[in-house]
Antibody, heavy 119, light 110 residues
Framework: EMELVESGGGLAPPGGSLRLSCAAS????????MNWVRQAPGRGLEWLAS????????YYAESVKGRFTISRDDSKNSLYLQMNTLRAEDTALYYC????????????WGQGTMVTVSS | QSALTQPASVSGSPGQSITISCTGT?????????VSWYQQHPGEAPKLIIF???DRPSGVSNRFSASKSGNTASLTISGLQPEDEADYYC??????????FGGGTKLTVL
């Protein structure tokens, strides 16, 4: 059964850093494009970053470019999001999500890990 | 990377049909058939209900249908049921290999 489990969320001060992890099971992450998507409390979904499966290309939303870094560890079948220079507006539930290439749609989502940026 | 535009809320009575619009640009919806729709119940992760503009994943009710005209995509839910009450998000893959979501629409079943 396919599963995505995020971890690493928590409380961080403005200007601080956090590293989110997403452990995948039931499939190999390097065979799929993988996304990070966040949802601020009471707000909508916001795409943050993609790590493409085959080519390893990386793409970022303008809102996080230069502050967040997406990476992948094939030996651990995991995806990561390094978040630096955190701001209050980064407070959100962060989802790891798999893109099914044939569908060009997100077919699996994790349950999310909550990040709170506050002093 | 402007968000796609959706109405904030729609409502309907059980058995009725509702339509949610999603307006984008030539960089996403207009030029690409990669529009998807997601249903999100409170406290849960989003669930894919439509991909490639009009297609339903296995297991999704045929009461959900979708279409696209120019830069506007639409999701229609027919025969509304109480369990359809949820937030709905459209999304599109874009010309710059990024993704964009709509702001979300809260569906209330009266």
């Amino acid at each position: 059964e396919m599963e995505l489990v995020e971890s690493g969320g928590g409380l961080a001060p403005p200007g601080g850093s956090l590293r989110l992890s997403c452990a995948a099971s039931g499939f190999t992450v390097n065979s799929y494009d993988m996304n990070w998507v966040r949802q601020a409390p009471g707000r909508g979904l916001e795409w943050l970053a993609s790590f493409t499966g085959s080519s390893g290309n990386i793409y970022y939303a303008e809102s996080v470019k230069g502050r967040f870094t997406i990476s992948r560890d094939d030996s651990k079948n995991s995806l990561y999001l390094q978040m630096n220079t955190l701001r209050a507006e980064d407070t959100a539930l962060y989802y790891c999500a798999r893109v099914e290439g044939d569908l060009v749609a997100i077919d699996y989502w994790g349950q999310g890990t909550m990040v709170t940026v506050s002093s | 990377q402007s968000a796609l535009t959706q109405p904030a809320s729609v409502s309907g009575s059980p058995g009725q049909s509702i339509t949610i619009s999603c307006t984008g640009t030539s960089s996403n919806i207009d030029d690409y058939n990669f529009v998807s729709w997601y249903q999100q119940h409170p406290g849960e992760a989003p669930k894919l209900i439509i991909f490639s503009v009009t297609d339903r994943p296995s297991g999704v009710s045929n009461r959900f249908s979708a279409s696209k005209s120019g830069n506007t995509a639409s999701l229609t839910i027919s025969g509304l049921q109480p369990e359809d009450e949820a937030d709905y998000y459209c999304s599109s893959y874009t010309a710059s290999s990024t993704w964009v979501f709509g702001g979300g629409t809260k569906l209330t079943v009266l």
